[in-house]
């Protein structure tokens, strides 16, 4: 019988457990691109074809995506978004706009955003559903919604990271490949959630996530070196160490959020959110909503078209996809 830990019940958690592994997000982003058949994936993004078969089968089976046949003799089948698939380009965005932020350099962002509904170059703000106000980690608190407590949950496999960093910006350098350098796998955006939760001591977030030493030490050595957390004494002159968020780690509040949000929609449910999010600004409950900065519509992957910006800079090192080097407006 497999071994299981006694967890808090998160919507992080459980929307991490499934898109936890840095090609799983890549090879989401490329359906947005008009990507969809198995060698067009391989060839982009230079994957493994076992890794990308064992990534497209676990997107399969957790209904992200749906295997599609296009051609009957022989008979070949190509990949496509579901609707629940599709609802995660709201948390994707978000992470695309922090790496604008935070990762482009001197070059400048990759990608433009253009709102189709009003015709603006934007970004993807993370809005209060009841004022739209903008949120932030200082403007929201949290309290135990109805389907707070706790959940057994398998224990996680001790394993390093599995992807070379530098293999995920090869084949396209955009925002959402250099944030997933720094937080592509599951730990490390639960260290972000228990950051945000008050939890800043080595081991009281050790027992709260389930997490051996090891990793969590190289984890936690990772997200200093990247200045998303910083080491503080929590005893003056003590060599007691606690991880606290920097101004660039705070910013990901947005992006926790949305992944929270799809995980209340699709996992949990609206009437068993683990937690309750409420709005300083305007005093009431809410809702995380990704929305336009302009407009404050919400906003989905058919909502949003792109355009080249300063950055953008594509590697593909096969003709097969030459044609797509320009990002291709979603259908």
């Given amino acids: ?66 295997r599609v046949e296009y051609q009957s003799r022989p008979p070949r089948h190509e990949y496509r978004l579901t609707e629940r698939g599709d609802d995660l ?82 084949p396209r350098a955009d925002s959402v490949a250099r944030t997933m350098q720094i937080l592509g796998d599951r730990w490390s955006f639960l260290l972000l959630r228990e950051a945000f939760f008050g939890r800043r001591r080595f081991d009281e977030v050790r027992k709260q996530i389930g997490i051996s030493t090891n990793i969590l030490s190289s984890r936690l050595e990772l997200l200093v070196e990247n200045d998303i957390f910083q080491r503080q004494p929590y005893v003056d002159g003590g060599l007691r160490m606690e991880y606290r968020l ?9 992006a926790l959020l949305a992944l929270m949000g799809w995980g209340d929609k699709w996992i949990a449910g609206s009437e068993s959110q683990p937690t309750i999010l409420h709005h300083h600004g305007c005093d009431k409950d809410f809702l995380p909503l990704v929305v336009c900065s302009h407009c404050r519509t919400e906003i989905s992957a058919r909502d949003m ?15 097969l996809l030459g044609v797509r080097a320009r990002p291709r407006e979603i259908a």
């Avoid at 991490?16 to 982009?44: A, D, K, M, N, Y």
């Avoid at 695309?96 to 970004?123: E, N, Q, T, Y």
């Avoid at 950055?311 to 593909?316: K, L, R, S, Y």
Wanted: with cysteine; net charge positive.
């Fill in 1 to 66: 019988m497999a071994e299981t830990l006694l967890l808090e019940k998160s919507s992080v958690r459980r929307t991490i457990e499934i898109v936890s592994e840095p090609w799983t997000f890549l090879i989401i982003r490329e359906c947005w691109f008009g990507i969809g058949r198995f060698e067009h994936f391989q060839t982009t993004l230079g994957i493994p074809r076992a890794t990308l078969a064992a990534r497209l089968k676990h997107l399969v089976a957790e209904g992200l995506l749906e």
């Fill in 89 to 170: 380009y709201k948390p994707m965005v978000v992470m695309l706009d922090w790496g604008d932020r935070w990762l482009a350099g001197a070059a400048g962002p990759p990608l433009h955003l253009i709102h189709k509904g009003c015709g603006m170059r934007v970004h993807a703000d993370v809005a209060c559903s009841e004022c739209l106000d903008t949120i932030s980690a200082r403007t929201v608190k949290h309290r135990p919604g109805p389907g707070a407590g706790h959940e057994e949950r398998p224990l996680m496999p001790r394993m390093r990271r599995s992807t070379r960093p530098e293999n995920l910006t090869r």
């Fill in 246 to 254: 920097t101004n660039k780690g705070r910013d990901l509040y947005p």
């Fill in 305 to 319: 078209r792109y355009e080249p910006g300063p950055g953008w800079d594509v590697n593909f090192g096969e003709e």
